[in-house]
């Protein structure tokens, strides 16, 4: 079946301006997750959804970054205010469920977000 | 200090042989620990996981964890080209936190 997709692969937008990216995870998986892998790092947590909620957004850096899951499928990060240090590939996983024995977590190939 | 290190590499290693990759960490609340293998420009693909200490092995593959000093360990047995990819140690539960990753080239 499909794996977790990501729209778009690429997206090049200039300092100040406001961006989406999109996830579809893998269908009837419940919990999504978002991490942020910069040049030559491991990737960083973001926030993860069960369902539509958000179970921990502990890892947004700022309010500038927000996500949303309205219907408990595609989620959406959205980033206000672009900044050059937002440059990093935004990756996106999702499980089949959260809240026991780690449930694998499938990755999608990333957005690379380029801020100039 | 960031709560999973790891030695970015390069490793280069001919093939056939064994592959030590190590990490430590400092969040004693961590319980599970993950191996995931990337490709240039792909996601993280996970491995193997391991509960608590002892050892996990899946075919040509080992994870070991040793809470008392912290220390988590990947063993690859012989290596192939295949196995060339960035390696990425992490722990945590929903919420994973990911070591920088270890460069590993296997070369023919």
């Known amino acids: 079946g499909a794996g977790v997709s990501q729209t778009p692969s690429n997206k090049v937008t200039e300092k100040g301006k406001y961006v989406e990216l999109r996830c579809d995870p893998i269908s009837g998986h419940t919990a999504l997750y978002w991490y942020r892998q910069s040049l030559g790092q491991g990737p960083e947590f973001l926030i993860y959804?069960?369902?539509?909620?958000?179970?921990?957004d502990s890892g947004l850096p700022n309010d500038r970054f927000f996500a949303v899951r309205p219907e408990g499928s595609v989620s959406t990060l959205k980033i206000q205010r672009t900044e050059r240090g937002d440059s990093a590939v935004y990756l996106c996983?999702?499980?089949?469920?959260?809240?026991?024995?780690?449930?694998?977590?499938?990755f999608g190939p990333g957005t690379r977000l380029t801020v100039l | 200090q960031k709560e999973v290190e790891q030695d970015p590499g390069p490793l280069s290693v001919p093939e056939g042989a064994i592959v030590s990759l190590n990490c430590t960490y400092s969040?004693?609340?961590?319980?599970?620990f993950m191996w995931y293998r990337q490709y240039s420009r792909k996601g993280p693909e996970l491995l193997m996981y391991t509960y608590s200490s002892g050892n996990k092995e899946d075919g040509r593959f080992t994870a070991q964890v040793d809470k008392s000093s912290k220390y988590i360990s990947l063993f690859i047995r012989d290596s192939q080209p295949s196995d060339s990819a960035t390696y990425l140690c992490?722990?945590?539960?929903?919420?994973?936190?990911f070591g920088t990753g270890t460069k590993l080239q296997v070369i023919p």
């Open positions: 969040n004693s609340a961590f319980q599970y």
């Open positions: 959804f069960q369902g539509t909620g958000a179970a921990d």
């Open positions: 996983a999702s499980s089949l469920k959260a809240g026991g024995p780690p449930d694998t977590q499938y």
């Open positions: 992490s722990g945590g539960y929903q919420k994973v936190t």
